[in-house]
């Protein structure tokens, strides 16, 4: 059974905690006097399904849409349990069309990591997560977007901006601007795919820069059990700065 737990992380933001048994990443709502927004979609529908059994207790106001932080599996994928649209930017979309487009059968998937397009790694993770993907449902972004996106979800307001990195050069970060609270997604971790896993000096060094500028006092990572607050997380971006400097390519586990 899942191992996420429900937390109210600040005013506005509810989050669920992550899973590493199956690499189910944090999720969050955002629910303003009008309306919540979901940030992410989950790994699977299962995982998605129970984040809404844990949210409806609150009584939160409709949930009007989810948005994504970047591609990858593990935070898309369950939105087939959705009845909102999903919103993402346009790398993303792209990405994501790509993956609707795969054969997920067992043989494929090794296929797919023995020539390099997948690793070993999520290729085992999706097994356990989604072990019959016979039905598999990727839905695909309704709402596209090429720059930014800020949603008003009354009294509150979370702005979504694209800052790249190692780990997908589609992360984004979503700003809940009245509760000064990032939900950082993956966007600090290492690359993971080939030709060149781990960190680049000059874009972790971009990527530390921009998240700094946000000026949070909260902040949420994709895989990380704990809420950071402003101490902690300018603690986590002086180590990277650090874990870098002075080298070409440097790797972290994550
Ligand atoms: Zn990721």
Known sequence: MSACRLEQASEHVWWFTPDEATDRPALAAVA???????LEVGAS???????????????LPPVVVAVLTHWHWDHSFGGAALSCPI????????????QASYDWSDEALDARVADGTEIAFCRDMIRIELPDRSELDIVLPQIVFDTSLTLDLGG???????????????????????????????????RLYPPEPGLTPATVRALVARVRGLGAT????????????????AARLDDLELLVKGTGVAGESS
């Open 32 to 38: 303003g006097t009008r309306v919540t927004a979901l």
């Open 218 to 233: 909260y902040a949420i990572e994709g895989h990380d059990d704990v809420l950071l607050d402003a101490a902690r997380l």
């Open 156 to 190: 509150v307001r979370v702005e979504v901006v694209p800052v790249g990195g190692d780990h997908a050069a589609d992360s984004c970060v979503m700003h809940v601007v009245e509760d000064g609270l990032l939900f950082l997604g993956d966007c600090l971790y290492e």
């Open 87 to 98: 919103a993402a930017q346009r790398e993303t979309a792209d990405a994501l069309a790509l």
């Open 45 to 59: 529908p299962a995982h998605t399904a129970s984040f809404l059994a844990a949210l409806a207790p609150l009584g």
